[in-house]
């Protein structure tokens, strides 16, 4: 039951005044928007609850982050956050046939879907130590930041809103999400945009750091395990066989002589062999050699070209390898494509972009636009408006064990999201 819990609060102690935003023009429509929406009674006492209920927030961030989410093992902790999304006043909560777990707010016209998310999974494999340690204000543990920190920040603008009572005209979709991390590729996401998926009309995302950061571009990325096989063999009495390590050797330096004079000019791209294995002893001929490779780009079409590059020359370096030997099976090679992240921009004008800026500039934060790899690119690269926004505090270390996060302010960026949700979702009144 939705209730409303109006308080006399002086706006000038909810939020700084609205600041220009030098980085990034904004149009006065949307500053003006953002100030009719702090100036509202019910909007103000949303962004009041924001930091009263920081207590509840960082208890949250602990529950959620002790419960492992590896990658493709996000089940239990997505249970829990369904019974969050049920608890803090979602109107109907379910999980999908991918995993992505979706809590519906009912907007008065429904006119539109708006999607709110951060992901559930994190990148530490099963069986690492979750446990938060607690040193003064700072949480130590691996995923507390990135991005159970999204998670907690999506659930207080569900609650903070059902508390105020503050109605929208749209459908907004609060949504833990399954697979943005590594192989996950974005799965995820791509379940709900694909044909006959949730399909938002536009995508709020919430992954990374502070205010200022506003992902309006999608960083692509293409990502491949290569596999070069063969018969094997005893180092000394099967000399002379094809060795798939020696083969993967040729086939890296011939792609790095060529990308490398691809990536120093032009839009941004990079490329990089992350992981390599094969053999079974130091006096064996390998019958299996392998690597994952990442690549990524700024533009589409860079990463087209170094894509093939790069497949050309793992079949340069198998043929190589297999014209020198002297006996057995020749070798072969899989070329196995694990991960596609798509790239895109938004226009900066788009509205949803707009208002992502102007509700960053009701803080007195100048905005950046920026590029990255998140949830964000499944929605920007067929044309949905999208944005990644901060989920607050202060965090350092992510992917790595000994990752932690600060709770300095970080409710500012629950009030932004407050604001940039409203706004985009249509504040339709008080609930009466």
Known sequence: MRRLAFHSVPLLLVLRAIAPVSAQTVARQYTDEARDLVANQAVAEAIRLAEEHDEWALERLIELTEIPAPPF??????????????????????????????GLRRGRTGARKIGFGGHLDTVFPEGTD???????????????????????????????????????????????????????????????FQEGGLYPDAWIDVDGGNLARIVSMGLGSVRYRVTFEGPGGHSWGAFGTANP??????????FQDVADTLTRSGPKTSYNVGRIGGGTSVNSVPFESWMEVDMRSESPESLTRIEQVFVAAM???????????????????????????PSGEMDPNAP???????????????????????????????????????????????????????????????QRAILLVVSEAGFAGPIS
């Open 245 to 254: 390590t020696h083969a993967m050797s040729r086939a890296v330096r011939h």
């Open 73 to 102: 093992m996000e089940t239990a902790r997505g249970v829990r956050f369904a019974e969050l999304l049920q608890e803090t006043g979602a109107d109907s909560v379910w999980t999908d046939e991918e995993g992505n777990v979706i």
């Open 130 to 192: 979750v446990r938060v340690r607690q040193v003064g204000d700072t949480l130590f543990a691996p995923g507390v930041g990135d991005d159970t920190r999204g998670l907690v920040l999506v659930l207080s603008v569900l609650r903070a809103l059902e508390e105020a009572g503050v109605e929208t005209n749209d459908d907004v979709y609060f949504v833990g999400v399954v697979g943005e991390e590594g192989l996950g590729d974005l799965r995820g996401m791509k379940y709900i």
């Open 315 to 341: 079949d340069r370096g198998l043929a190589e390898e297999n014209a020198l030997r002297r006996e057995g099976d020749p070798l072969t090679v899989d070329k196995d494509r694990i991960g596609m992240r």
């Open 352 to 414: 949803l972009v707009q208002r992502a800026l102007a509700s960053t500039a009701a803080f007195g934060v100048q905005a950046e636009l920026e590029r990255s790899s998140t949830d964000s690119n499944v929605p920007i690269s067929i044309g949905v408006p999208a944005v990644t926004i901060g989920r607050g505090g202060q965090s350092a270390n992510g992917h790595a064990p000994d990752e932690f996060w600060i709770n300095r302010e970080a409710y500012l960026a629950v």
